[in-house]
Structure formats: C-alpha cells, structure tokens
C-alpha cells in the first residue's frame, strides 16, 4: 500500500459525517468525570461516581450552598417544635418522579430510613429519631428522642452518602442490596438502556423538573437545564487521551485533568481551566491498633514531622493550586479554626526528633502503604517516608495498587500480618467538615467507623455534646475543642489543601462546583 | 477428519477446566479485597464485612469455587461484583469493538506485511530487502502507546483528520465505524506487519530454493507467478499460523490500545475487572480468552488442509 492510498484511506475516513449535526450537539454535554461509573446506588457506596449519578437524577431535601449554609430544596418550608423534638416539614407542589408519580411523605421518610442505614452522619442522626410519618401527602415529620444540633445538617449534607429522595418502592430495598430501579425527581433522567458500564452514561434533561426561583449556589437553587443530554464518556481513562479530545472538541468537559497536564491547557485559547472552593485536604491516618501508633507520643512526633509544605509541593507541584491549612476542618467552612496546630504548624524535624526519642519509641518498623497508580496521591507516601526517617523512624514503604491498599487498610491484623501502620489520603471538603461527617474523628476505638480505629473518650463525649448542641456558637467553641484534643492525641495528620481544577471548552458556560461537579445551569453555546 | 476434530474439541475441555482453576485460585491469593472497592472511601469495616458476606466471599474458598464452577458448567459466568450485570453480557457487549478493532488490525497488517515479506525474499539482500528488516526492527521496538501518541498528535491533531478516541459501532454506520478504527489499527498493526513480514520472507525465502521453483521459471513462467503461484503458496504454513496466533493475541492483548483510543473493548474491561477485583468478570474474561485461543489453534490447523494437500488428520 502505497502513500497515496494510505492518504485516500484517511481522507476517505475524515469525511465521514459526524454522528449529530451541529445544532443537535449544542445540546450534548460531552463529559468526562474523573472516573468509571459502576455502581449505580448512592447510598450503597461511598463512592463520588455514584454520588455524583445521584445528582443527576435525585432531588434531596436541602442542600448546602457555596458558602455552606444548609438552605431548602424539595423542603417548601419546615418548623420545629419549641422542645426541639418535632420537626415538620412541607414538600413544594409540583414534585414529580420520572414515572409520573408524585413525590410524597412517605417516599421522604423511606429514603431517610435507608440512607440512616448506610450513610455515618445519618446512621448517628438517627440514634436520635424516635420514629417518623406523614400526616398528609406533602408533609412529613421527624420526632426526636432528644434534641439534636445537626437534623439539617444531615439533611442538606452535599456529600456521601447524600440523603436523595426516591420513590418509595425503591426505598425499601435493603440498605445492604443495591436499588434495580433508578427513578429520581431530579434534573435528569437516567437511560438505562444506554448505560454501558465502562463505556457511556447517558442522562436526558427531566422536561418535567420545577427548579427553584433561587439562584443556583453549591447542591440548592433552581436547578436549571439547558442541554437536552449529557453524556459521560467513561471508557477514556488515559490522562494524555481526555486532554487530546479536549482539545479537539470531542468532549466539553473534563473534569479532573492530571496536575502535569494543566499547564497545557491553560496555554490553549479554547479551553478554560476552572479552579473552586471548596478544595480537598490530603491526611495521613495511623493505625492505632498497634505499635508503634498506639502510642500518641509517637503519633505526636510523627505529626511534628509532617510539615505540610513538602507534601503539596511534591504531590500538586503547580503553586496556584495549593495551600496550607492548619485546620482539620476545611479551611475556609464554618468550623474550621488553627486551633490546636501549633504541634504541627509550629513545629519542625528538630521538635520531632525530640519528641519521638521522649516517647520510648523501640524502633518498629513502620509500615506505609503506597498506592502506585492513584496519580492523585502516589507521591505522598514517599514524602512522609522520609520525613519520618529523618525523625527517626523505621519505615517499611510498601508499594501496592490502590485497590490492594483499599482492601488492606480494612483488616485490623498486625502490620507484620498483613496489617498496616500508615496511608495516606485525600478527602473532598464537604467529608470534613464537620466533626461528624469527618470519619477520622470518630475515636470509639474498634468500633469507629472509619479504618486506623482511633480511640479517645474525650473526642467522643465532645462529639456527643456536638451532636446535641443547637446553638451555633456553642457548636463552633465545641469543633474547635474537639479539633484540639485531635491534635493533642495526633488522631491523623491534614497536609494541607488543594484544588483539582476542572478543564473545559470555551463554549461551555455557567459552570459551578461544590462537590464533584453539577451538571446544571450549563450552557453549550 | 471428523474424528480429529472431535478429538480437539473434546481437548478443549480439560484445558479449558485447568485454567478455570487456576485463575480462580490465582484471584484468591491475590491481595485486595472487592467488598472494600465496592463500599468507597468513606465506608466503615462493618459495612465492608456486610458486603464480603452478601458476594459470598465469606465462604470457604472451595464452596465459592463450586458454586462457580456449577453455574459455569450450565453455562452462566456469573454476575459481575462491580458492574451487577452478567458477565456474558458484558463480554457481549465488550466483543464488538475488540474484534472489529482486531479484524481491521490483522486485514491491513496482512495486505501490507505478505506482499511486503514476499518482495524482501524475492530481492533478498536488495536495498528493499534490508529497508523491510530495518522496518521489522523498529516495528517490534517501538511501544505501542508511543506510535499511538504520535499518530494522534500529528493526524488527528495536527491535520484534524481523523477522531482522537472513542468507538462507534457499526450498526451506526460503516463509515463512522471505520473512521474510529483507521488510527488504532494503523498503531496495533505497525507490530503484527513486522512479524508476518518477517516470516513471509523467511518462508517464502525457504520456497524459493526448493527444486519446484527452479522447474517453475525453467518452464518459463513469470517471475510474479513463481513467486505468488508457486513460492508464497508453498510457504503459506507458517504465515497462516503466525496470522492465527496474531488473532488470538489481538483479541486479548489490545490493552493500551484500548486504553490509548478509549475503545470500549474486551482489553479495557478486563483492566477494569483486575482493578476492581471483579472476581466473576476476571474468571468469565479469562475463560473466554482461552476458548478463543483454542478455537482460533484448531482453525489454523484445519487450515492447513487448504495450504497443504499432503496434510491428513
């Protein structure tokens, strides 16, 4: 074969008609998330893909707008009782599931009572809810065994597992089995028959949604849609690929290119690269099982150690998109405060020497586990590996695949059994915000939730104080106590904050983020 | 004939059952663990443990061996940890990009790489003879993601010709099909026209000084009909089963071209699966690749009968 008939092969091919015409694609919204979108339940999993799939086709009752404030969304109005124990809430006319069936009390409470199965905040909400009904079709009631400071909170929490409403057959599936049903009252509406796992996700606008007069602001506000569809391309994972059909124009949005590859972009005059609040905060958590972390001494020198500084220039690198915080709630939210980090941000090698050599540190190895293919964070283990030897550590830096790490960090075994002592890891802002919703700060030892099983009496009374508390200035004087004794007994480490900026096509307008991205209020022009 | 073919079919089966066992055991001992993929980041041990418990993970390792083993034995695969859906229909639905991507692949590597290794051995030792073998070289040499990149960079990009990435599937239309496909062909197909090049023109030089070809141009034929009538025909052998283990190779080893183009296909899947520890998908996936593999062993072998008369089963 020679040139010429390679050329016509080419030419022949590059003639071939795109599959829409141009007006048809100013109504496609060509995305590529920030990963593979597998499970399709919310409340079943964790995981941002599939909170992020619940935006697109769940409504929630409230939500938290960008400077945090939890507002209403499906909730119409709401009072509550002068004893703090009733609560009532009216639902706005006009909510409709994709189905045609309206949106009632009792689908309300039977998502409630799921979500309180799986999800931390509503699992602690609802140590707290006596029992729940409906007097009538668009109203719902929640009825306190004790007042509690954070209902609303819990309700308008942006983030996983996100309180989304659903039909109330849906709602009733075990919280432990996945939903087969994907039905929402949301923005869009889910087609299933062209889900491909792996490969797309398809999502048309719900004609029928009422979005709120309100400005759209973080998850509330009028939820306005302006393309007829969204497709998530979930087969292009490879970082140089997504960049290339950005900047071909064969996606719109991508929403988490690799830290390298941002310069580029910003270079390139038909793309915008989007930075927002709030950013993500990387932590190194300790195994305080077992030795040598089941000692806060030496958890205190480690943290002393951990500079923050040298973790965001390593892992983010590019100045703009990085900063420290000394808070352990994300900085720039209602709770977060310096108080208590003067042990770290006051802190440097000598101070950790000296600390560790104090607290009777025998020389165990500590094992750290390193996700190798997890560019988001792969870079932070070998960091803090040697910043603790500089402190005086033994560290055993173990390389591993994330998803062996993610299975590994789960077993409660000794490190030498396949146990651990440290990882490191990123959390999105609205997880920490609170110390609630912060999984590190759950110190009931074997029984937290969250793995590395701190354990601390004081931390746990301040949070049940917190949890009752209804006083707004009261809960912040009690984030801020709960915040200093973490640092006191070195629950985990914050690094620091960054931003994972979004890249898209200039033709794109009316983007905002709080968590992850909202598919709403976009424009393709 | 028959009975040959019985024999390999019949073969199939305990190659297919050693593999189905291996890979099982293999995935057990492998660390990480699927329930704690599935539950996210934010998930306590205890909803973890739930999760182990409700994919039967909790089991002994030979309860869950048999009742996998029973299910593929009345020809279910299972249903996918991660996806929730049955592995054969996500093989189904991951097939037809792989072998589109695989057919074009092997079609232009053929057209190109016989006629090509024929004329290297025909002018063996010629200036185009060792431009072919500078070629092979550097066609085994290069990494695929690094011609992938380049082709993209310079055709798609540079030129606007042809799409960056993604798959569209023929019922959509042949054009667009073969649109998708022309770069990640061209890329796959660099490797496979070195090694079918090669070995055409190790064969065809073999044909050449065998007696047949010296009776052939003393009978006066043309050189194009000695070489294609009579040497390259001789010689078919080897390049139909180098041909035939580029299939099977394609058909599980497209991995970083899927990945490259953002192709959909049986590679990509099966990345995914191993990452996510998807169990009954890695084990389908596997068992799939090596019924392919066999399958495409005993139509080069039946093809043999074509190439060569004096081949009897």
Redesign the interface.
């Given at each position: 074969m020679n040139r010429k008939i390679i050329a016509a092969v080419l030419l022949a091919a590059a003639a071939g008609t795109a599959a829409f015409p141009a007006s048809a694609q100013d109504k496609v919204l060509r995305v590529v998330p920030h990963s593979n979108l597998a499970i399709l339940d919310p409340i079943w999993t964790t995981a941002y893909m599939s909170r992020n799939h619940g935006y697109m086709i769940y409504d929630t009752l409230f939500g938290s707008d960008e400077k945090n404030q939890v507002k209403p969304q499906m909730v119409e109005e709401w009072s509550v009782s002068p004893d703090k124990r009733l609560w009532t809430f009216k639902l706005r006319k006009g909510l409709e599931f994709h189905d045609g069936k309206p949106v009632t009390g009792e689908d309300v409470t039977a998502s409630l009572a799921r979500w309180g199965k799986r999800d931390a905040m509503g699992v602690a909400l609802f140590t707290f809810v006596d029992r729940m009904d409906t007097p009538s079709s668009d109203t719902f009631r929640i009825f306190l065994r004790e007042a509690c400071g954070f209902l609303l909170e819990a309700l308008g929490k942006p983030s996983s597992n996100v309180p989304f409403i659903m039909p109330k057959r849906i709602a009733d599936t075990d919280a432990f089995k996945q939903i087969e049903e994907h039905i929402g009252s949301g923005p869009y509406v889910f087609k299933r028959d062209e889900f491909k796992p792996g490969d797309k996700a398809v999502y048309l606008k719900n004609a029928k949604y009422m979005p709120r007069k309100e400005a759209p602001s973080g998850s509330t506000g009028g939820k306005l849609v302006f393309v007829e569809r969204v497709e998530w391309n979930l087969a292009l994972r490879d970082a140089q690929a997504q960049v290339n059909a950005l900047q071909k124009g064969e996606v719109d949005i991508l929403e988490q290119p690799s830290f390298p590859l941002i310069p580029g972009l910003q270079k390139d005059p038909n793309i915008v690269v989007y930075t927002y609040s709030p950013p993500l905060q990387y932590m190194a958590r300790f195994n305080h099982l077992h030795k040598p972390f089941d000692n806060p001494k030496v958890r205190q020198a480690a943290m002393a150690a951990f500079a923050q500084l040298p973790f965001l220039q390593a892992q983010v690198g590019v100045k703009e998109l990085y900063k420290t915080c000394p808070s352990m709630f994300t900085c720039g939210t209602p709770y977060a405060s310096s108080f208590g980090s003067d042990i770290q941000s006051k802190s440097n090698m000598k101070k950790a020497q000296e600390l560790l050599k104090a607290s009777g540190y025998d020389g165990t190895v500590v094992v750290l586990m390193k996700p190798t293919d997890l560019t988001a964070i792969d870079k932070l283990p070998d960091v803090a590996a040697q910043l603790m030897r500089q402190a005086g550590f033994k560290v055993d830096l173990q390389a591993m695949d994330w998803q062996t790490l993610v299975g590994r960090r789960a077993k409660k075994d000794a490190p030498d059994k396949g146990g651990w002592n440290m990882f490191l890891t990123a959390w999105q802002g609205p997880d920490i915000w609170n110390p609630i919703a912060n999984a590190a700060l759950d110190t009931r030892g074997e029984q937290s939730g969250w793995f590395g099983w701190g354990k601390d009496e004081k931390i746990v009374e301040l949070r049940n104080q917190f949890m009752r508390e209804t006083d707004d200035a009261k809960k912040k004087k009690l984030a801020e106590a709960i915040q200093a004794r973490a640092f006191e007994v070195a629950t985990h480490v914050p690094l620091g904050e960054f931003d994972a900026p979004l890249a898209a096509r200039k033709n794109v307008s009316g983007l905002f983020r709080q968590t992850g991205n909202f598919y709403w209020n976009l424009k393709k022009n | 004939m028959l009975t040959f073919l019985a024999r390999r079919l019949l073969a199939t089966i305990p190659v297919l059952l050693v593999v189905a066992v291996l890979v099982f055991l293999m995935l057990r001992l492998t660390?990480?663990?699927?329930a704690?993929?599935?539950?996210?980041?934010?998930?306590?041990?205890?909803?973890?443990a739930?999760?182990r418990a409700?994919l039967g993970l909790d089991q002994p390792v030979i309860v869950q061996f048999g009742l996998w083993i029973g299910n593929v034995l009345s020809g279910d695969l299972g249903e996918?940890f991660?996806?929730?859906?049955k592995v054969a229909t996500?093989i189904g639905?991951?097939l037809e990009p792989t072998v589109s991507l695989a057919a074009l692949t092997i079609l232009l590597a053929v057209?190109?790489a016989v006629p090509l290794g024929a004329i290297a051995a025909w002018r063996f030792g010629g200036w185009f003879d060792r431009a072919l073998m500078g070629f092979a070289v550097m066609g085994f040499s290069v990494p695929v993601f690094v011609l992938a990149?380049l082709l993209?960079?310079f055709?798609?990009?540079k030129l606007?010709?042809?799409?960056?990435?993604?798959?569209?599937r023929l019922s959509?239309?042949p054009?667009?099909w073969?649109?998708q496909l022309?770069l990640p062909s061209i890329t796959l197909s660099v490797i496979y026209i070195a090694l079918i090049a090669r070995v055409t023109r190790a064969s065809v030089l073999e044909a050449l000084g065998e007696d047949y070809i010296r009776t052939a141009r003393a009978k006066g034929l043309t050189e194009a009909r000695v070489l294609v009538r009579h040497a390259l025909a001789n010689a078919a052998v080897p390049i139909v089963t180098v041909i035939g283990i580029g299939i099977a190779l394609l058909i599980g080893g497209v991995v970083v071209t899927e990945?490259?183009?953002?192709?959909?296909g049986l590679g990509?899947?099966t990345v995914?699966a191993v990452?996510?520890?998807d169990f009954p998908t890695i084990q389908g996936v596997i068992l799939f690749f090596s019924f392919v593999y066999v399958l495409i062993n005993l139509l080069v072998d039946m093809s043999y009968l074509f190439f060569d008369p004096r081949i009897r089963y």
């Open positions: - | 660390p990480g663990d699927p704690a993929i599935l539950a996210g980041d934010a998930a306590s041990t205890e909803q973890i739930r999760i409700s996918s991660y996806y929730k859906t996500l639905q991951r057209l190109v990149y993209i960079w055709v798609s990009l606007g010709w042809l799409p960056v990435q993604g798959y569209v959509e239309g054009l667009p073969f649109r022309v990945s490259v183009y953002a192709i959909p990509r899947l995914d990452l996510a520890r």
